[in-house]
Protein backbone atom coordinates (compact mmCIF):
# COMPACT_ATOMS: atom_id res chain seq x y z
CA UNK A 1 0.00 0.00 0.00
CA UNK A 2 1.36 3.55 -1.03
CA UNK A 3 0.09 7.05 -0.27
CA UNK A 4 1.85 9.85 -1.63
CA UNK A 5 1.22 13.55 -1.33
CA UNK A 6 2.11 16.17 -3.33
CA UNK A 7 1.53 19.60 -3.99
CA UNK A 8 2.61 21.42 -0.28
CA UNK A 9 5.07 24.45 -0.41
CA UNK A 10 5.23 28.17 1.48
CA UNK A 11 2.84 30.84 0.52
CA UNK A 12 1.71 34.30 1.97
CA UNK A 13 -1.31 34.34 4.54
CA UNK A 14 -4.40 34.51 2.27
CA UNK A 15 -3.14 32.17 -0.29
CA UNK A 16 -4.11 28.73 -1.69
CA UNK A 17 -2.75 25.75 -2.30
CA UNK A 18 -3.78 21.80 -3.59
CA UNK A 19 -2.58 18.80 -1.84
CA UNK A 20 -3.18 15.78 -3.27
CA UNK A 21 -3.02 12.29 -2.37
CA UNK A 22 -2.53 9.10 -4.39
CA UNK A 23 -3.18 5.95 -3.32
CA UNK A 24 -2.53 2.65 -4.30
CA UNK A 25 -2.62 -1.10 -3.37
CA UNK A 26 -5.68 -1.17 -1.71
CA UNK A 27 -9.36 -0.83 -2.59
CA UNK A 28 -9.98 2.74 -3.05
CA UNK A 29 -13.38 3.14 -2.80
CA UNK A 30 -13.12 0.73 0.23
CA UNK A 31 -11.91 3.41 2.57
CA UNK A 32 -12.05 6.47 4.41
CA UNK A 33 -9.41 8.88 3.16
CA UNK A 34 -8.09 11.27 5.54
CA UNK A 35 -6.02 14.61 6.16
CA UNK A 36 -4.30 15.01 9.42
CA UNK A 37 -1.54 17.94 10.26
CA UNK A 38 1.14 17.98 12.80
CA UNK A 39 3.01 20.76 13.81
CA UNK A 40 6.31 21.27 15.55
CA UNK A 41 5.87 20.23 19.10
CA UNK A 42 2.18 19.88 18.94
CA UNK A 43 0.07 16.53 18.27
CA UNK A 44 -0.92 14.86 15.23
CA UNK A 45 -4.66 16.63 14.46
CA UNK A 46 -7.49 15.46 11.89
CA UNK A 47 -8.02 17.92 9.20
CA UNK A 48 -10.24 16.20 6.93
CA UNK A 49 -11.43 13.00 5.37
CA UNK A 50 -13.99 11.48 2.90
CA UNK A 51 -15.76 8.45 2.23
CA UNK A 52 -14.39 7.60 -1.32
CA UNK A 53 -17.42 5.59 -1.92
CA UNK A 54 -20.45 7.86 -0.87
CA UNK A 55 -18.51 10.82 -1.01
CA UNK A 56 -18.94 11.84 2.96
CA UNK A 57 -17.10 14.97 4.12
CA UNK A 58 -15.81 15.63 7.01
CA UNK A 59 -13.75 19.05 7.95
CA UNK A 60 -11.97 19.77 11.31
CA UNK A 61 -13.38 23.59 12.94
CA UNK A 62 -10.78 25.33 12.30
CA UNK A 63 -10.72 24.47 8.49
CA UNK A 64 -14.27 24.50 7.90
CA UNK A 65 -15.33 26.89 5.09
CA UNK A 66 -11.48 27.11 3.75
CA UNK A 67 -10.85 23.65 2.61
CA UNK A 68 -12.41 21.53 0.79
CA UNK A 69 -11.63 17.99 0.11
CA UNK A 70 -12.62 15.95 -2.83
CA UNK A 71 -12.19 12.43 -4.40
CA UNK A 72 -11.35 11.01 -8.15
CA UNK A 73 -11.85 7.33 -7.64
CA UNK A 74 -10.82 6.89 -11.51
CA UNK A 75 -7.31 8.04 -10.31
CA UNK A 76 -7.20 6.66 -6.82
CA UNK A 77 -6.45 10.31 -5.43
CA UNK A 78 -7.84 12.86 -2.94
CA UNK A 79 -7.25 16.46 -2.91
CA UNK A 80 -7.47 18.67 -0.28
CA UNK A 81 -7.98 22.45 -1.80
CA UNK A 82 -6.68 24.63 1.07
CA UNK A 83 -7.85 28.44 0.53
CA UNK A 84 -7.52 31.20 3.01
CA UNK A 85 -5.01 29.85 4.24
CA UNK A 86 -3.14 31.21 8.08
CA UNK A 87 -0.19 30.70 9.72
CA UNK A 88 -1.63 28.41 12.29
CA UNK A 89 -1.86 26.27 9.16
CA UNK A 90 1.51 25.11 8.78
CA UNK A 91 2.84 21.89 9.71
CA UNK A 92 3.46 18.96 7.79
CA UNK A 93 0.27 17.20 6.61
CA UNK A 94 -0.10 13.72 6.15
CA UNK A 95 -2.21 11.50 3.86
CA UNK A 96 -3.88 8.58 5.31
CA UNK A 97 -6.51 5.36 4.46
CA UNK A 98 -8.82 3.22 7.26
CA UNK A 99 -12.16 2.60 7.77
CA UNK A 100 -12.74 4.51 11.28
CA UNK A 101 -15.95 2.56 12.85
CA UNK A 102 -17.82 5.77 13.19
CA UNK A 103 -18.59 9.35 11.76
CA UNK A 104 -16.88 10.28 14.88
CA UNK A 105 -13.84 8.14 14.44
CA UNK A 106 -12.80 10.49 11.86
CA UNK A 107 -10.85 12.48 14.27
CA UNK A 108 -8.41 9.91 15.23
CA UNK A 109 -5.26 8.74 13.80
CA UNK A 110 -5.10 5.87 15.60
CA UNK A 111 -8.31 4.72 13.29
CA UNK A 112 -6.35 5.05 9.86
CA UNK A 113 -4.27 2.00 8.83
CA UNK A 114 -1.79 3.31 6.62
CA UNK A 115 0.04 6.39 5.69
CA UNK A 116 2.01 8.91 3.47
CA UNK A 117 5.27 10.59 4.19
CA UNK A 118 4.03 13.59 4.83
CA UNK A 119 4.39 17.20 2.78
CA UNK A 120 4.91 20.46 4.49
CA UNK A 121 2.53 23.35 4.41
CA UNK A 122 4.25 26.41 5.27
CA UNK A 123 2.31 29.94 5.63
CA UNK A 124 4.39 32.76 6.18
CA UNK A 125 4.54 36.55 5.38
Known amino acids: VQLVESGGGSVQPGGSLRLSCEVS????????IGWFRQAPGKEREAVSS????????FYAHPVKGRFLISSDNAKNTVYLQMNNLKPEDTAVYYC???????????????????WGQGTQVTVSS
Open 50 to 57: IGTRDSSE
Open 25 to 32: GLIFEDYI
Open 96 to 114: SAGYPPDYSDYVDPEQFDY
